[in-house]
């Protein structure tokens, strides 16, 4: 976890070594579904994770981005950035969840 944001019922939190993909694919394990033209999809479903940049649960959404950032000399990582929104009890306990599910990634 690089950074985080907290403001009522809106979180933002930053992840490196996880791929938007992978950060799709836990937000789904936490009953998330995934927004397809902008529609929801059932998270069982065969919709591929990739390029998905928005998962939708019940009380929350979580909107993706990710960019490649420099922290020492030549290493290139990926950041991804969550921006959870939605009712602040729920909010809580999914990004605690969802924080210890990308901090074992790579791992």
């Known amino acids: 976890m690089v950074g985080d944001t907290t403001s009522g019922d809106r979180i933002e939190k930053s992840f490196r070594g996880i791929s938007q993909r992978l950060a799709v694919h836990y937000l ?5 579904h995934p927004v397809v033209d902008g529609e929801p999809q059932d998270p069982d479903s065969d919709v591929e994770s990739e390029g998905v940049d ?3 649960g019940e009380g929350w959404t979580a909107e993706l981005s990710n960019r490649k950032v420099n922290p020492a000399g030549s290493i290139m990582l990926t950041e991804v950035s969550v921006i959870f ?3 602040p009890q729920i909010l809580s306990e999914l990004v ?5 599910k ?5 791992g």
């Open 28 to 32: 789904r394990n936490l009953g998330g």
């Open 96 to 100: 605690e969840k969802f924080s210890r």
């Open 85 to 87: 929104t939605g009712e």
């Open 102 to 106: 990308a901090m074992r990634a790579g």
């Open 54 to 56: 928005t998962v939708v």
